[in-house]
């Protein structure tokens, strides 16, 4: 009754709330997505999405269809593996940015190795930027970072804002440089906040440098400086910056999955598609009211 391509199409604007985000997310054409979508309300005979000029939100019956059309797209994946045979194994080289690796994602890596321990899994935690270049260069075959201003779309697991945090007893001054407590170059956060503050005017110092997020925590928590870090994920013992800093907005961020260029080797490839589909499937669960 429902078609995958439909549903794969309807879980992409929902996770987006744009039918143009959707779109460059998937690689097709907004037209399409709208037609995609058009096709499954008709099979649903219900509403999913309401639309207007201010954007879109998912109707009672689209976040219903939700649960219905994650479960449907496993259950066909699984079979399709079944039935091809398809038992993840082999060696996945997989990369992961810090924020995660510090949150959710030992427990989602843990239940991916019980479920398939025919796979070895190689994990390599790196900032961002440089998780992109073993990625071009064939040394990951997937990779969870956040997205480039330029650069490959990839698959969206989470967007977030990006704030200013600082330890409980810091009040930056308005009137002296910020201090910052930020990752070497070409992290994306160092990348952000050294742009939004010269584009408001206001002047910086480098307070702490670290390749570690636990070294830039404890830096923080020490009142060395303030650093930028996704609202979603702050760590304990920080708190966000208030308005009356006078610290400009970061905007927000993008996680994204990316798959390498250089395809694997086929017993590989259904291991990146098994856990590229658990890391997706966790973030839409932790969404769910």
């Known amino acids: 009754m429902f078609e995958p391509v439909q549903l794969r199409t309807f879980l992409a604007v929902s996770r987006t709330l ?27 005979g219900r509403r999913l999405f309401a639309r207007d000029t201010h954007g879109v939100e998912l109707t009672e019956d689209g976040e219903a269809m939700l649960g219905f059309a994650r479960t449907i797209l496993a ?11 398809d038992r993840p194994r082999g060696r996945l080289r997989f990369g992961a940015s810090e924020d995660f690796v510090l949150t959710r994602l030992p427990e989602v890596l843990a239940g991916f190795r019980r479920d398939h321990p025919e796979v070895d899994l ?10 992109h270049s073993r990625l071009a260069a064939g040394r990951l075959d997937l990779v969870l970072a956040k997205r480039r201003e ?24 308005p009137e002296r440089p910020v201090p910052l407590v930020v990752f070497p170059p070409p992290a994306v956060t160092r990348a952000r906040a050294l742009h939004v503050l010269e584009a408001a005017g206001r002047r910086w110092r480098i307070a702490c440098t670290s390749g570690s997020l636990n070294g830039l925590v404890a830096a923080t928590r020490a009142g060395l ?12 013992g920080l708190v966000h910056v208030g308005p009356r800093a006078g610290l400009p907005d970061l905007g ?9 260029e250089r395809r694997p080797a086929p017993v590989t490839q259904g291991a990146v598609r098994a856990l590229a589909r658990r890391i997706l499937d966790d973030e839409q669960r932790l969404r769910l009211p």
Do not use: C, I, K
């Open 18 to 44: 744009s039918f143009t985000r959707a779109a460059r997310e998937l690689g097709v054409r907004q037209s399409t997505v709208s037609q995609q979508v058009r096709r499954l309300e008709e099979a649903a």
């Open 75 to 85: 259950a066909n994946e699984r079979a399709a593996d079944f039935f091809a045979g």
């Open 122 to 131: 190689e994990l390599t935690v790196e900032l961002s930027e440089n998780l």
């Open 150 to 173: 330029e650069g490959p779309a990839g698959r969206l697991v989470r967007r977030d804002r990006l704030v200013w945090v600082a330890g409980e007893g810091l009040r930056p001054d």
């Open 225 to 236: 400086g303030v650093m930028a870090h996704t609202a979603g994920m702050v760590p304990p």
């Open 252 to 260: 927000e961020v993008d996680f994204v999955l990316l798959h390498g």
